[in-house]
Every structure is written in C-alpha cells, then in structure tokens.
C-alpha cells in the first residue's frame, strides 16, 4: 500500500500559478504510476496528468496541456504538478493517486490510491 498526502492548493488570482505537492509514504514510490485529478462542485472527478515510473513520459488532459506540467521525484517520493496560467474553471478539489501498475492508464477507477485533495480557487 501506499499513503499519499497532498499540499499547495490555495487561492490565486486567474493568470496566477501554484504548485501542488503529493508526498508517498509506504511502498516503494517508483514502482506506481501516478497521477493528478480533479473535482469541481458538481462534476464527475476528471483526469488531470500521469506519470510513468521513471518519470520519462507525461500525459495531460486536453484542458490543461501547455499550461501544467506533472513531475516526480522518486528520491524523494513526491509527485509535483506545476499549473500556470491559471482560468476560474480550473477550480477544484486537486487529488493526487497512484496505480499500481506498469501501463498508463487514465480514468480514475483504473488508480488504486488516493490522497485527500487539496483546494485549488481562481478567481476572476
């Protein structure tokens, strides 16, 4: 098992960036897939970016691609999501999970841990 805990949501204005933070604890980090979702009030939670193991390929979500970038550090046992120009409907709850599994896969019942979320706010 894996225990995943999120941090850096916040409040920022619309143009603005933050970055999201996901440390792991438990089994070996780099054997999982991980990925960032999100969930806005009254909406299906959405696929955001996923990461393979070694960090060399990257997926992202049509809303998002040019404007995020998802990282990890396996040293450090964290997964990074970088947002940047940030629009109000990128509001949301952020949740970070990991699948435990070497394929790349990205709805959300296909990952097997999950984080508590962390909110993210823009205001116009």
């Known amino acids: 098992q894996v225990q995943l805990v999120e941090s850096g949501g916040g409040l920022v204005q619309a143009g603005g960036s933050l970055r999201l933070s996901c440390a792991a604890s438990?089994?070996?980090?780099?054997?999982?897939?991980m990925g960032w979702f999100r969930q806005a009030p009254g909406k299906e939670r959405e696929f955001v970016a996923a990461i393979s193991r070694g960090g060399d390929n990257t997926y992202y979500a049509a809303s998002v691609k040019g404007r995020f970038t998802i990282s990890r550090d396996n040293t450090k046992n964290t997964v990074y999501l970088q947002t940047s120009s940030l629009k109000p409907e990128d509001t949301a709850i952020y949740y970070c999970?990991?699948?435990?599994?070497?394929?790349?896969?990205?709805?959300?019942?296909?990952?097997?841990?999950w984080g508590q979320g962390t909110q993210v706010s823009v205001s116009s």
């Open positions: 999970a990991a699948r435990d599994s070497p394929v790349v896969r990205t709805p959300p019942r296909e990952f097997d841990y």
């Open positions: 438990g089994r070996t980090f780099s054997s999982y897939i």
